[in-house]
């Protein structure tokens, strides 16, 4: 007798089927629509799910009752029972009536895209910061779809799709729900006032800050540890990454500045993990400069590249200054390297290449220190000398008298923050000839 897929199975994986809708408007875009469901299976992968078939419709537009039409339904159902599947992923957003309807329909678990995300997510989160983000995540995308996912919540198997905030949590009423969801943004509304402090004083001290943003798993964290022999976790998988890792670097004047590894962006990342993540992305707000790294080799990667554009502009740090690393040129062909071209400052790197390394220190130092200034500081004014070396590059120094002399590059927006303590010390007539 078949075992039915509501028996508590613990210790066994999900075993899936996934599908995705193609309506005439991604039709322009078929390429993408297909990278999409290539993704998914990658991130139903990534959360430990056995993929056993895809389906694909392609419809005008997306069914209200079912999503997929009546007849794909079905052939699904078809697809489940052939192979013996325990949940079917689906590549777009779902609404709480849909799955209710699909799980009804089909008997099994019924995941959207966001769902499998914010499941990764959970199982990924190590800080403090990093779990309250995601439960707020989980629980603002459930509270309007409670309805439609009542059989999710009552499989006590486990599995995708009920890690994080817990059965409890999600059974009770929607007012207990909000009110946990208020605790939880009050909770971070604190860790990022912390945040804020803690860059407050790096920003008092001169220390300049840099970012890794781009796609997940386009080699941020491999960059990162090789820059700064960083202890991190690396690993070929989407999301590896998720809570922010900050390293100190050297560059090649001696300077040290802060490096800091953010949280991949990926297509059709949902509205509310990009707010309850807004307060990890502001490491990409807050930096000086942002190294936005691309995997070259990826077919994709021109689509990549707009979406992480996107994410940034949602974020308000589109402004920012930037440029591009084409990582992972290793794995490019002849014809991929004569196309990896952006229209601002840009390297073609691998960051397992000593040599390439050595060209990504020297951006962010030839970016970060602009002006030349030229200081006359009395010798006994210590604090005021060891301002000029922490916020600069000083290119010569020398004694005159009693007085040290400095030739220092430094980034204007920087110099901005600290000129009210050297401005009496800074010799104007030397910058006539700029």
């Known amino acids: 007798m078949k075992q039915s897929i509501h028996d508590v199975r613990t210790g066994m994986k999900d075993r899936a089927i996934l599908v995705s809708l193609v309506t005439d408007q991604m039709k322009k875009q078929e ?40 007849g794909k339904v079905e052939e699904l159902r078809a697809l489940i029972e052939e192979h013996e599947a325990t949940t079917a992923i689906f590549d777009q957003e779902l609404s709480g009536a849909q799955v209710r309807n699909l799980e009804e329909s089909l008997d099994v678990k019924i995941i959207d895209r966001t769902q499998l995300i914010l499941d990764i997510f959970a199982g990924r989160a190590r800080t403090r910061e990093g779990i309250v983000q995601v439960e707020l995540a989980q629980l603002s995308y459930l509270l309007p779809r409670l ?21 409890s949590k999600l059974e009770t009423d929607r007012r207990h729900i909000r009110g946990r969801i208020t605790e939880l943004k009050a909770h971070l509304s604190e860790m990022v006032r912390h945040r804020t402090l803690h860059r407050e004083r790096r920003r008092k001290t001169g220390v300049f800050q840099v970012a890794l943003v781009g796609y997940t798993n386009s080699g941020k964290s491999t960059l990162l540890r090789e820059l700064t022999e960083a202890d991190v976790y690396v690993e070929n998988e989407l999301f ?22 953010t949280v991949g962006f990926i297509q059709n990342l949902p509205h509310d993990v990009v707010a309850a993540f807004r307060a990890t992305l502001e490491e990409a707000c807050e930096a000086d400069f942002l190294l936005h790294v691309v995997d070259s080799a990826s077919p994709m990667r021109e689509e990549q590249m707009r979406v992480v554009g996107e994410v940034l502009g949602e974020l308000g740090a589109s402004g920012k200054p930037q440029a591009v690393l084409f990582n992972k040129i290793d794995l490019c062909t002849e014809q991929d390297l004569q196309m990896l071209t952006a229209p601002v400052p840009h390297l073609r790197i691998s960051a397992y290449n000593e ?21 006359r500081i009395p010798a006994d004014k210590g604090d005021s000398i060891a301002l ?45 000839g700029e």
């Not at 990278?35 to 056993?52: D, H, I, N, R």
């Not at 309805?147 to 059965?167: A, D």
Request: aromatic residues 6%; glycine residues 8%.
């Open 31 to 70: 390429e993408i629509a297909a990278y999409s469901l290539q993704e998914l299976v990658q991130l139903a992968e990534t959360a430990g799910v056995e993929v056993l078939e895809t389906l694909t419709q392609n419809k005008d537009r997306a069914d209200t009752k079912w999503f997929i039409g009546k």
């Open 147 to 167: 309805s439609g996912h009542g059989k999710n919540l009552s499989r006590l198997g486990g599995g995708i799709g009920t890690r994080g905030p817990g059965e």
């Open 240 to 261: 590896a990454t998720l809570d922010p890792t900050s390293r100190t670097l050297e560059l090649p004047s001696g300077k040290e500045i802060v490096l800091t590894d």
């Open 355 to 375: 040599a390439d390394l050595d060209k990504v220190r020297m951006l962010i130092q030839e970016t970060l220190m602009g002006d030349t200034r030229t200081f």
């Open 388 to 432: 000029v070396y922490r916020i600069g590059d000083v290119a010569e120094s020398s004694m005159d008298e009693e007085d040290m002399l400095f030739r220092v590059n430094i980034n204007r927006e920087d110099y901005e923050k600290v000129e009210y303590l050297l401005s009496p010390f800074e010799v104007k007539e030397d910058k006539q």
